[in-house]
Structures are given as structure tokens and as C-alpha cells.
């Protein structure tokens, strides 16, 4: 296996709470992704990492904030969740240009 | 509005039958990657295709990027019911690390 974990892989939270998804992997790959699936739309990237304590926005990153202080960890943290974040969220890893190895996915529902 | 397109949307089909699978941009792609994503699972990445016109053949999937790098087939031999499963396209703009993802092709092979 390729050493990614998400957790938790099921979360039932409530609307104005925050909210922290955590993926690790044993791989020490450089690159770290945060991205959300929703019917229709596809993967989309919120946000992701080049290194410790370097990261960037994706399309998606409006309410959602990330942290990586060490190689192997990246927070995703939804500061207030909302109903629209109600959503499949995908941790992946990979090496420059190479291609992508996802966790197994953090099933979000926010009531 | 998508930056990658996949056609269809979903697809049925009997074992032993053959079928393609596209995903279309009017975007040029420096690379593009092809997945396999089964239920409650992170896609698995099946292929990349780097070179215009490149084919790359994996058993009974056949992949080929375009001449122009803006669109990629995906081409199943005597499907399987373990060839079931969304089939997701990516692209890399420019040199970047990051890749834009399609919708996707959810594919039913019945036995």
C-alpha cells in the first residue's frame, strides 16, 4: 500500500462548528493535496502543500484553511462548517510531475 | 464550466464488449492521467500519457493522447465486471504539479 491514512473516514458535524480532517502518509513525498468530490463536479482542489509550512489555494478554498508542520501531516480545517461543505474529501500525495496517490476519502455531512 | 469534459456521462454495457471513453479540452495539457476510482475508495491512477499521439497499452485498456495534447481516450477491450468504476481524466497546465481533474465516466459492465 502506498502509506497515505485519512481520518476520521466518516464525520457527522454541526453547521458553525470547526472542523479538522488529517491526512498522513509514510511515503515522505513532497507534494501533499487537499480536494473535495461532489456529484457532478468532479474533484476539486481546495487546497495544497510543497513543503513544510509551504502551501497555496486551489479553486475551492473559501472557508476551508490548511496546515502542514511536518513532512508527513496536512490539516485540512473547515473553520465554520456549512451545509455546502457537505462533501467526499480526498487527501493525495505525489513526487514532482508524477502522478497522484489518494487516501481512501473522509465522508463529510454537515447537518 | 468544466476545463475537462469526459464523454458519456455514464455508460452499460454487457461483458465481452468493447468501448471508449474521451475527455476533451480546449486547453493544452503539458501531461494527462487517467484513474480509476470503485466506491468508497481514492482514485488509482492507471496511466499517464506525456507525448502528442502517444498510445500506451495496460492489458486490455488502450490510452492515446492527442496529436495537439488537448484531448485522451480511453479504450476497454472485452470489458469485465471488474472493469466497473468511474474513470477519471486529468490534466497538467503548463509545468505545474497541479492537475485539473474531469468529471468523470462512471462505467457499468454487466455480466
Known amino acids: 500500500d502506498a502509506g497515505i491514512t485519512q481520518s476520521p473516514r466518516h464525520k457527522v458535524t454541526e453547521t458553525g462548528t470547526p472542523v479538522t480532517l488529517r491526512c498522513h502518509q509514510t511515503?515522505?513525498?513532497?507534494?501533499m493535496y487537499w480536494y473535495r468530490q461532489d456529484p457532478g463536479h468532479g474533484l476539486r482542489l481546495i487546497h495544497y502543500?510543497?513543503?513544510?509550512?509551504?502551501?497555496d489555494k486551489g479553486e475551492v478554498s473559501d472557508g476551508y484553511s490548511v496546515s502542514r508542520s511536518k513532512t508527513e501531516d496536512f490539516l485540512l480545517t473547515l473553520e465554520s462548517a456549512t451545509s455546502s461543505q457537505t462533501s467526499v474529501y480526498f487527501c493525495?500525495?505525489?513526487?514532482?510531475?508524477?502522478?497522484?496517490?489518494f487516501g481512501s476519502g473522509t465522508r463529510l455531512t454537515v447537518v | 464550466t468544466q476545463l475537462l469534459e469526459q464523454s458519456p456521462q455514464f455508460l452499460s454495457i454487457q461483458e465481452g464488449e468493447n468501448l471508449t471513453v474521451y475527455c476533451n479540452s480546449s486547453?493544452?495539457?503539458?501531461?494527462l492521467q487517467w484513474y480509476r476510482q470503485e466506491p468508497g475508495e481514492g482514485p488509482v491512477l492507471l496511466v499517464t500519457?506525456?507525448?502528442?499521439?502517444e498510445v500506451k497499452k495496460l492489458k486490455r485498456l488502450t490510452f492515446q493522447f492527442g496529436d495537439a495534447r488537448k484531448d485522451s481516450s480511453l479504450h476497454i477491450t472485452a470489458a469485465q465486471p471488474g472493469d466497473t468504476g468511474l474513470y477519471l481524466c486529468?490534466?497538467?497546465?503548463?509545468?505545474?504539479?497541479?492537475?485539473?481533474f474531469g468529471p468523470g465516466t462512471r462505467l457499468s459492465v454487466l455480466p
Open positions: 500519457v506525456v507525448t502528442g499521439g
Open positions: 486529468a490534466g497538467a497546465l503548463g509545468y505545474g504539479q497541479n492537475f485539473v
Open positions: 511515503e515522505n513525498h513532497r507534494y
Open positions: 486547453s493544452v495539457f503539458s501531461s
Open positions: 493525495a500525495i505525489s513526487e514532482m510531475r508524477g502522478g497522484y496517490t
Open positions: 502543500s510543497y513543503g513544510v509550512k509551504d502551501t
